[in-house]
């Protein structure tokens, strides 16, 4: 529906989408009717806050990195498929070779194995050759982000392909983020607020945006594997005191207030 009516009114409109979470009525007084009046109040009093939608560049641009993903989590998983054939054929590679893929080993195998291997073998090719194609249309796509692409490659542990897929996700303006706490609170890298009677229940992160939070993690544990830098050093220092798993997760929302702040 966003799609359809973005362009629907040449900019006169602004369209909110809010979480359904922030804007409930009494339970058990549930009507269209009294929900429309509700949201109309919430509206006028100025209480309702607009989810976070990039720009349609964006959206399109982060909708070839999100597939970029899933490809490449359907060919791991292919991958591990034909392992476990031929171990199950009596070939277990995986015990001496890292990656079975591109090695040579002699062995026999029964014709239904061959044919089955051979199926198996071609779908894997086919996943591969998609994923090429994919990545040649990423290429042409980030071209307009060819200068932020460049800064976010200076900071360490972050390649190109991240520094699409964080630009995929949180966009190039931040002007819809008003504070690094907000952007941190959007993609779940903060703990929550859960209080009452003055006792804290919770302090476990926010679900928040699982594909920016996810990449950030990522590269939070390449950085961790380096040990003269500012962020490495950073990291083994709350490690010490917080444990691997808490260190990491602040690493990663320190990366996104670099990020935010560049």
Same mark, same amino acid.
Request: charged share 25%.
């Given at each position: 529906?966003?799609?359809?009516?973005?362009?629907?009114?040449?900019?006169?409109?602004?369209?909110?989408?809010?979480?359904?979470?922030?804007?409930?009525?009494?339970?058990?007084?549930?009507?269209?009717?009294?929900?429309?009046?509700?949201?109309?109040?919430?509206?006028?009093?100025?209480?309702?806050?607009?989810?976070?939608?990039?720009?349609?560049?964006?959206?399109?641009?982060?909708?070839?990195?999100?597939?970029?993903?899933?490809?490449?989590?359907? *060919?791991? %998983?292919?991958?591990?498929?034909?392992?476990?054939?031929?171990? /199950?054929? !009596?070939? =277990?590679? @995986?015990?001496? #070779?890292?990656?079975?893929?591109?090695?040579?080993?002699?062995?026999?195998?029964?014709?239904?194995?061959?044919?089955?291997?051979?199926?198996?073998?071609?779908?894997?090719?086919?996943?591969?050759?998609?994923?090429?194609?994919?990545?040649?249309?990423?290429?042409?796509?980030?071209?307009?982000?060819?200068?932020?692409?460049?800064?976010?490659?200076?900071?360490?542990?972050?390649?190109?392909?991240?520094?699409?897929?964080?630009?995929?996700?949180?966009?190039?303006?931040?002007?819809?983020?008003?504070?690094?706490?907000? *952007?941190? %609170?959007?993609?779940?890298?903060?703990?929550?607020?859960?209080? /009452?009677? !003055?006792? =804290?229940? @919770?302090?476990? #992160?926010?679900?928040?945006?699982?594909?920016?939070?996810?990449?950030?993690?990522?590269?939070?544990?390449?950085?961790?594997?380096?040990?003269?830098?500012?962020?490495?050093?950073?990291?083994?220092?709350?490690?010490?005191?917080?444990?691997?798993?808490?260190?990491?997760?602040?690493?990663?929302?320190?990366?996104?207030?670099?990020?935010?702040?560049?």
């Amino acid at each position: 529906i966003y799609e359809i009516l973005e362009d629907a009114f040449s900019g006169d409109i602004t369209l909110l989408v809010v979480n359904a979470r922030h804007m409930k009525n009494v339970p058990g007084k549930k009507t269209d009717m009294r929900d429309s009046e509700w949201i109309s109040t919430l509206l006028r009093a100025g209480l309702l806050n607009a989810s976070f939608i990039p720009e349609k560049r964006i959206r399109e641009f982060r909708d070839l990195n999100r597939y970029r993903k899933s490809i490449i989590r359907d *060919i791991t %998983s292919q991958k591990n498929r034909v392992e476990k054939f031929l171990q /199950s054929s !009596g070939f =277990r590679l @995986s015990s001496f #070779i890292s990656d079975i893929f591109g090695a040579s080993v002699n062995g026999t195998l029964s014709e239904h194995q061959k044919s089955f291997l051979k199926i198996l073998m071609c779908h894997y090719d086919s996943m591969k050759e998609h994923l090429i194609e994919i990545e040649t249309h990423l290429q042409e796509d980030m071209l307009p982000f060819a200068l932020q692409i460049e800064q976010l490659n200076t900071i360490y542990g972050i390649s190109t392909t991240a520094s699409c897929a964080i630009i995929a996700e949180i966009g190039t303006d931040m002007k819809p983020f008003k504070t690094a706490e907000h *952007i941190c %609170s959007w993609a779940g890298l903060c703990p929550g607020n859960n209080e /009452s009677a !003055g006792k =804290r229940k @919770s302090t476990s #992160i926010t679900k928040g945006n699982p594909y920016i939070k996810s990449m950030l993690c990522e590269i939070a544990w390449v950085i961790a594997g380096k040990r003269n830098t500012y962020l490495s050093a950073w990291y083994w220092r709350i490690k010490q005191k917080k444990g691997a798993r808490k260190a990491i997760v602040a690493l990663a929302r320190k990366l996104l207030v670099i990020i935010y702040t560049m």
